[in-house]
């Protein structure tokens, strides 16, 4: 039987410290090494100019997680963008020819809110090839991470909220293409809803129960309470699509995910992590993912700027942790990308994205 994560025992460092060899004392390396990817590029680097998003983050979260011994160069594989084959595999032919092309209207310009070039969209079709990368990763190694993605405002036939390609979308895809997973779960605990996701996955097979509550004043998507049909017998394709997210804020038109939890302003840590646990729960009660794709904003920090919610950077380490000891406990593959991330000062949004893979090396580090 499969424990529950409130049962899991405390988290061990051990695996995160290097031991040192009594007759040199050199630090063994193979034991400090990290166990998993961090899929990166300098390509990652949006160019988009003076913007509320901070374009160099990924860069800085490399070179901290170098810097703190967290991982070493060989860490960090190169990947290759996306084919545009990949991307069709989500987007619409039409939106792809604009991308190409750059033939954009003002109103689609306006949606996506950053300002379009060629060179933008290489980064996003680079994106895109980071996470195809990392899902497969994780398959291999349990978890990867991409230093970058999480663009889920991206819709088949459009861009929004700084998002121009789905890279999580086109990496599962991709890989059900390749016949190397069947089905899928997103779980998104950007502070925002995954819109994108919820739009592009609308057609699969999912439902969904109701949580149970936690805290009466929050609410779970209408269709979710219509039926508790169990999806252990998923189809091939099938995504389950899961999103935590604060209800008044941007996408204001929210289509459905299979499991939405729609938060009120300002919840602090531990509300969030109890929800997060529920949702977790109850969508793996219904639905047995091939692999687990964790959307990982740094935006539902107490001091973000586009979002209303109140965790510590503490808080979301708990929520790193939460989701990948579930991922552990059940062998579940786990590919992270880091989504959105508007903290005051931008070295706060670093530490939260650094401390993802932090608390991905300590539980897969840890003594089973
Ligand atoms: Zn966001």
């Excluded at 039409?94 to 969209?121: C, D, I, N």
């Excluded at 189809?235 to 459905?256: C, E, R």
């Excluded at 938060?263 to 992590?273: A, R, T, V």
């Amino acid at each position: 039987m499969v424990r529950s994560p409130n049962h899991l025992t405390p988290l061990s460092m051990t695996g995160a410290l290097g031991v040192t060899d009594s007759a040199s004392g050199s630090i063994i390396e193979s034991y400090a090494m990290l166990p998993f990817k961090l899929i990166y590029s300098n390509g990652y680097y949006l160019p988009i100019g003076a913007h509320v998003f901070p374009a160099e983050k990924y860069r800085c979260v490399r070179d901290r997680l170098l810097a703190n011994g967290t991982a070493e160069a060989k860490d960090f594989p190169e990947p290759e963008p996306a084919t545009d084959q990949d991307i069709l595999l989500v987007h619409t032919p039409e939106y792809v020819h604009k991308l190409k092309t750059g033939t954009l209207s003002p109103r689609e310009q306006m949606e996506l809110e950053v300002p379009f070039s060629p060179e933008l969209a290489r980064a996003f079709w680079l994106a895109a090839g980071g996470s195809i990368l990392a899902a497969r990763q994780a398959l291999s190694d349990r978890v990867a991470v991409n230093i970058g993605g999480g663009f889920h405002h991206a819709f088949p036939d459009h861009g929004e909220g700084f998002c121009m390609i789905h890279d999580v979308a086109v990496a599962i895809r991709r890989l059900q293409r390749d016949g190397k997973i069947r089905t899928a779960m997103t779980i998104d605990c950007d502070v925002h809803q995954g819109n994108g996701t919820a739009a592009i996955f609308a057609g699969t097979r999912t439902a969904s129960e109701p949580l149970p509550s936690v805290a009466g004043s929050m609410s779970t998507s209408p269709h979710a309470a219509k039926t508790a049909a169990k999806m252990r017998g998923a189809h091939a394709g099938d995504v389950f699509t899961i999103s935590l997210h604060q209800h008044n804020n941007y996408p204001m038109w929210k289509p459905p995910s299979s499991i939405d939890v729609d938060l009120p302003d300002g919840i602090g840590d531990d509300d969030y992590l109890a929800w997060l646990d529920n949702a977790l729960s109850s969508g793996l009660r219904q639905f047995e993912p091939d692999l687990l794709c964790y959307i990982a904003g740094a935006d539902p920090y107490c001091e973000d700027q586009l979002g209303g919610l109140s965790l510590t950077i503490n808080g979301l380490k708990k929520r790193d942790e939460l989701v990948f000891r579930v991922a552990r406990a059940r062998d579940i593959p786990v590919m992270v990308t880091f989504a959105g991330g508007y903290a005051l000062n931008v070295e706060d949004t670093v530490t939260i994205h650094c401390n993802t893979v932090i608390a991905a090396k300590e539980v897969f580090t840890a003594q089973e």
